[in-house]
């Protein structure tokens, strides 16, 4: 059963689809009050509450309801009418501030979320980055969310999940207008500086995955002044690269889109496909590198990626080391 508050919420979500599809046009309130079987009184209620929550919606005698500015937030309100999943990001979990979404969304994930439940915030208080650092999370400017995954896999092929994101965020983020590139194993970078971070947790016996949580934080309207003395040289956001912001709910609504499909793929042909995606997309290969894995440092030619996402290098004795996790620096640019 649906409580009162969320019946409300579907109607506002409903009359905001209408208007949404209508683009430009008004829609008018007989219409409206026809598709929701309301009154044209119950109409205008709802589009008093949606203007009070930050949309600006035009009313027009004889004419109807036209959308003319959405807030920039990323609630239910915002994301479902713009959300074309079949099961990514249909159950929201939206917080206005958390300490991480990670560790909400494995709390989830233990009392029986299910697959595709995502839970998004405005801003982290203690967000996670890979290897222990930290993820710097201020409020209302970019995007941070965990999705839940029930994915048929054994535990050791978990980790090219971690790929198929940074192929879907690489090319959501090309789309948007910027010159993303992949940083193996998963930074995506601008200009060479870090605007996007993936970080997966796994929930698994030997034999098979409980759960994984894929967590994404990109900084999409981070101004240069956001960032910690420390990042200022090496982190930046779409909207410094385009000069331009970006809205976050159809940013959200676009990136999900890919992420499913990608999922899809991998679920279906295999991790190939997204290895060959991944190669296009990468500054890494070929590069003269300097890796940072868990108790070595490796320096080499980064060449290739194998069929588990592991990095192939080739160091100056001319024998080939496979990388499973850790940091790359690109020590010069390799001469063409
Ligand atoms: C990295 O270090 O590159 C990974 C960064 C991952 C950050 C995201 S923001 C949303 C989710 N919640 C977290 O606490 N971390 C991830």
């Avoid at 979990?93 to 560790?103: F, G, R």
């Avoid at 993936?198 to 698994?204: D, N």
């Avoid at 890796?291 to 320096?299: D, F, M, P, Y």
Wanted: hydrophobic fraction near 40%.
């Amino acid at each position: 059963m649906e409580t009162a508050d969320e019946l409300e919420q579907s109607n506002e979500e409903l009359i905001l689809s209408f208007l949404t599809e209508g683009g430009d046009e008004f829609i008018s309130g007989a219409a409206l009050s026809d598709k929701l079987g309301l009154s044209r009184t119950a109409v205008w209620k709802h589009v008093e509450a949606l203007r009070k929550h930050g949309y600006r919606i035009d009313a027009a005698p004889a004419r109807g309801y036209r959308l003319v500015e959405v807030p920039d937030r990323l609630t239910n309100l915002e994301l479902a009418p713009l959300l074309a999943t079949r099961e990514l990001g249909r159950v929201m979990h939206y917080e206005e501030s958390l300490p991480s979404t990670n560790a909400r969304a494995y709390e989830l994930a233990n009392e029986g979320a299910f697959h595709g439940e995502v839970v998004v915030t405005e801003e982290q208080t203690a967000g996670k980055g890979r290897r222990g650092r930290v993820w710097v999370s201020p409020p209302g400017k970019n995007l941070y969310f965990s999705a839940i995954l029930r994915p048929e896999l054994p535990p050791q092929r978990a980790p090219e999940l971690t790929l198929v994101a940074a192929v879907a965020l690489c090319e959501t983020l090309r789309e948007a207008g910027a010159k993303a590139m992949i940083k193996w194993p998963n930074d995506v970078q601008i200009d060479g500086r870090k605007v996007a971070g993936i970080l997966t947790e796994l929930s698994a016996d030997t034999e098979r995955v409980h759960f994984v949580v894929l967590g994404v934080g990109v900084n999409l309207n981070s101004a240069a002044g956001d960032f910690p003395p420390e990042l200022a040289e090496l982190a930046t956001s779409v909207a410094i690269s385009r000069g331009q912001p970006v809205p976050r709910a159809l940013f959200a609504a676009a990136l999900w889109t890919r992420l499913e499909q990608w999922l899809d793929t991998h679920a279906e042909e295999g991790f190939e496909p997204v290895r060959t995606a991944w190669k296009s997309m990468a500054s890494t290969i070929g590069q003269d590198v300097l890796v940072r894995a868990e108790q070595r440092e490796l320096r080499g030619v980064a060449e290739d990626i194998d069929a588990s996402g592991a990095l192939i290098l080739r160091t100056p004795d001319g024998k080939t080391e496979r990388v499973l996790a850790g940091d790359v620096e690109q020590v010069r640019p390799r001469k063409a």
